[in-house]
């Protein structure tokens, strides 16, 4: 009413038709309005219902992802444990090999050095029956054995060393046994060449004795 003063119009000019339309007009925007409105608590409603939906959505993927980190975890847990126990087992096994093979090293170090003890106790006894009767050859001896000897350090070694050691000993003594064995030969030789000039001595002595002759009880 207020809009039709303002504007110069006057009510009573309108006819019966004319109200009827405006009427009409008022209720279609009213209508209009309405379903305008409805339209637009649908369409909110459903916007709504979505994001609830979506939301819903996100809770169960957070929620399926914290699972399946949690059973990563888990998984990987149990790997490293499962790792872990292999080092250990692997570890432990190792040490009882190492130890098997020192008490196998030793064992058989052992079996070596008493061998090795046996032969070359063995070889000086047979060195010292085979030694001159005079002290003084003996001493010599005695000296030179201990000049050459040298102490065994074969703690540290393993079968291959001991093996290796033992060898080493072996042509030792086998040199000096063939030294040995050349002193004798010469020493023989030169016992020979004394009796065989005492011999030569003995013989020409005698010799020049038989060319001579008795006269009146003595030799010319």
């Known amino acids: ?21 405006l009427q009409d007009i008022h209720r279609k925007r009213m209508e209009k309005d309405l379903v305008e409105l409805q339209t637009l608590i649908d369409v909110h409603f ?28 888990r998984v990987r847990a149990e790997k490293e444990r499962d790792r872990q126990t292999r080092i250990a087992e692997e570890r432990q096994r190792k040490e009882d090999e190492e130890a098997k093979k020192r008490a196998d090293d030793e064992a058989k ?5 008493s061998n090795m003890g046996a032969h070359f106790g063995g070889f000086l006894a047979k060195a010292e029956q085979k030694r001159g009767k005079r002290q003084t050859a ?7 054995l201990a000049e050459r000897r040298k102490p065994l350090t074969i703690e540290h070694l393993r079968e291959d060393g001991l093996r290796e050691r033992a060898k080493e000993m072996w042509e030792r003594m086998y040199q000096l046994e063939s030294e040995k064995f050349d002193l004798m030969e010469k ?20 010799k020049k004795g038989h060319g001579k002759g008795k006269v009146g009880g003595r030799w010319k």
């Open 1 to 21: 009413v207020s809009n039709t003063r303002n504007h110069g119009f006057d009510p009573s000019a309108i006819s019966y038709y004319g109200s009827t339309s």
């Open 46 to 73: 459903e916007q709504r219902k979505k994001d609830e939906e979506e939301l819903i959505g996100l809770k169960e993927r957070i929620e399926n992802r914290r699972a399946e980190r949690a059973e990563q975890q």
């Open 109 to 113: 170090k052992k079996k070596v050095l």
């Open 138 to 144: 003996r001493e010599v001896k005695k000296k030179t």
């Open 187 to 206: 020493m023989k030789r030169q016992k020979y060449e004394v009796c065989m000039g005492k011999s030569f001595h003995v013989f020409f002595c005698s």
